[in-house]
């Protein structure tokens, strides 16, 4: 009678209080921070809007833009030193690194384009924006490796998830500065130097990883998420359309991001909703003891304790060609030197390595074919949104797939970059509003291929390694974006601009913009992109083949046998 009256009282006193620690320190509130962080994470996705404002005011010509462009893109996907950091550092510390190289970056170039500082040197610049978009490794591997772990049978769909909010980051962005700042490219910077890093202050210690648990509706829940996550894009697309046909007042711009970030908070209500579920159930006295609560833990520790100890007594450089079983922990030698990871870097660099280079001049692009400038900046923000669908599409849909029936994942890797290049052949023989349709199209392919790519490196290589090992999977993409971005588009769009300069009768001054109009100024260079686009794809081929046995069976079945039974949800 005693214990019951405490019980009674402590919920009646101090429980509001434990009840929002649990509520904090759960497993779906911690998601709700990593939608946050990622949805503020996206900076190098909208370099096309405000490129034009640092090409103007530094000078520059489309060759040293797309340099600058390259150096995002090294900063933005190489990201084996934020692996490694969060292979020894706590979360926190992963979290709070990408804040400081975010504001330190961003902030700097601001004060270049508005010239509060002296203008800087190229090789300077290409350092400043190198680190600003480097720190979105942070924040996606101190919230997206953890959430993977947290919700090993469900990685596709977390996966999908997290990234497609990562994929809204330029459209939310855009929104934000323009209710904030007017129109005003240049204070765009500003805005990505101070808002992502205070997010992830904010939510640094709510982030970590727990124990492995089963909730039977799980995917369930996930739906949810999903469900306001594609109200949001909706609504953004929404915006972007009316705001292309009516011109918007300062308080409209205001109303509109306030909805935005109303939508941006609903996912509180459902983890708040879960986690005070849990902790009801869990006051239960009542609650009945599952057998296999405590018996497959043990099960598990003991053999990972076996495990450790066998790899502690070898080398780990004598183990590097003596691989384990797909889907079981690689080192990270391992997988690095493995067939199937360097199939995976000829790919990245084919695909994603063109579909950088579209993104990162999809402004000239629009400029050179004689759209006016809002018309642009809607580009910019429809690839935002459809990088979220092709991101949020890929992820749940190979997970169905792949359950249902078990179809290979690095076979949706192979469909989406044919896919790609049909969106790169629309730039290379444009007809009238086909930009539209290749916006799209690119958007949703570029999306799409970085959640398969990290399903799939996590699943054929294990999770024990996977902060390093799914940033060491797009390290070749930068390679492929200095290759198709510097070298062939900068190179011949600047000598397009320069024949037509010569043909009007003009000398080429030092210091004046190099400016291409008119269909060939890109067309070349995209019939490049789409056929190494092209043969990326027939890569990938061959890992489908490698791996075609590996998806036959169940790809996750140890973390069925290893898991904790949770308690069941309210969901139904």
């Known amino acids: 009678m005693a214990t019951h009256n405490w019980r009674n009282g402590r919920r009646c006193g101090i429980f509001n209080y434990e009840m929002a620690l649990h509520v904090i320190g759960g497993r779906w509130f911690m998601v709700f921070a990593s939608l946050l962080i990622m949805a503020g994470s996206g900076a190098t996705y909208i370099f096309g809007t405000y490129s034009k ?7 520059y010509d489309q060759t040293t833009l797309n340099l600058l462009g390259f150096y995002k893109d090294l900063g933005g996907n190489f990201g ?3 692996g490694l950091v ?15 190289t975010n ?21 300077q610049m290409c350092l400043y924006i190198c680190i600003g978009a480097n720190s979105q490794n942070f924040s996606n591997t101190g ?28 459209a939310i962005m855009t929104q934000l500065y323009l209710a904030i700042y007017g129109d005003d490219s240049k204070s765009l910077i500003l805005l990505l130097s101070w808002l992502p890093a205070a997010i992830s202050v904010v939510f640094v210690y709510t982030i970590r990883t727990m124990r492995v648990v089963r909730q039977p509706n799980e995917h369930k829940i996930f739906y949810q998420f999903l469900y306001v996550s594609i109200a949001l894009a909706l609504f953004l697309m929404a915006l972007i359309i009316i705001q292309r046909q009516f011109v918007f007042s300062k308080a409209a711009y205001a109303g509109s991001a306030t909805a935005i970030c109303v939508l941006l908070f609903v996912p ?16 239960k006295p009542d609650r009945p003891l599952i057998e296999s609560t405590i018996e497959k833990p043990l099960i598990a520790e003991s053999k990972q304790v076996k495990k450790e100890s066998e790899e502690q007594n070898t080398s780990c450089f004598a183990n590097i060609f003596n691989k384990p079983e797909r889907g079981e922990d690689y080192t990270i030698l391992q997988a690095l030197l493995s067939i199937d990871m360097i199939i995976l ?29 809002n018309t642009v900046s809607s580009f910019v923000s429809l690839v935002s949104i459809w990088n979220y669908f ?23 890797l192979t469909l989406v970059l044919f896919l790609s290049c049909i969106g790169h052949l629309l730039i290379a023989f444009p007809v009238r509003g086909s930009v539209y349709l290749s916006s799209v199209i690119i958007g949703f392919t570029y999306g799409a291929q970085f959640t398969v790519i990290f399903a799939i490196i996590s699943e054929l290589f294990g999770l024990k390694y996977y902060s390093t090992l799914f940033n060491c999977g797009l390290i070749s993409s930068p390679l492929g974006s200095y290759i198709l971005n510097v070298k062939v588009t900068g190179y011949l769009y600047d000598r397009e601009a320069r024949k037509q300069l010569q043909t009007s009768g003009n000398a080429l001054m030092k210091g004046v913009e190099l400016t291409c109009l008119g269909t060939e100024c890109y067309r070349l260079s995209f019939i490049i992109m789409t056929s190494v686009t092209l043969a990326g794809a027939m890569v990938s081929l061959f890992l489908v083949m490698r791996t075609r046995e590996f998806y036959k069976n169940d790809i996750y079945k140890k973390f069925k046998e290893d898991a904790i039974e949770e308690l069941p949800s309210s969901s139904s």
């Open 86 to 100: 969060a292979e020894v550092t706590p979360t926190w510390f992963v979290l709070l690194l990408g804040s400081a």
């Open 80 to 82: 084996v030193f934020s």
């Open 103 to 123: 504001f330190a970056g961003y902030f700097i170039i601001w004060l270049a384009v508005t010239d509060r500082i002296s203008k800087p040197k190229v090789w």
């Open 143 to 170: 919230s997206l490796v953890p959430c993977v772990k947290n919700f090993p049978e469900s990685r596709g769909v977390v996966l999908g998830l997290l990234k497609g909010y990562v994929g809204l980051s330029g």
């Open 345 to 373: 870097f000829i790919a990245t660099f084919c695909g994603l390595g063109a579909s950088l280079t579209a993104l990162d001049n999809l402004g000239q692009i629009g400029e050179s074919l004689g759209y006016p400038s």
């Open 53 to 59: 404002a640092i090409k103007s005011s530094q000078g």
């Open 268 to 283: 509180l209500s459902i983890a708040i909703r879960e986690e005070i579920l849990i902790w009801n159930l869990e006051e």
């Open 390 to 412: 092709g991101r949020v599409f890929s992820g749940f849909a190979s997970e169905i797939l792949l359950k249902k029936y078990k179809f290979p994942r690095p076979l949706m």
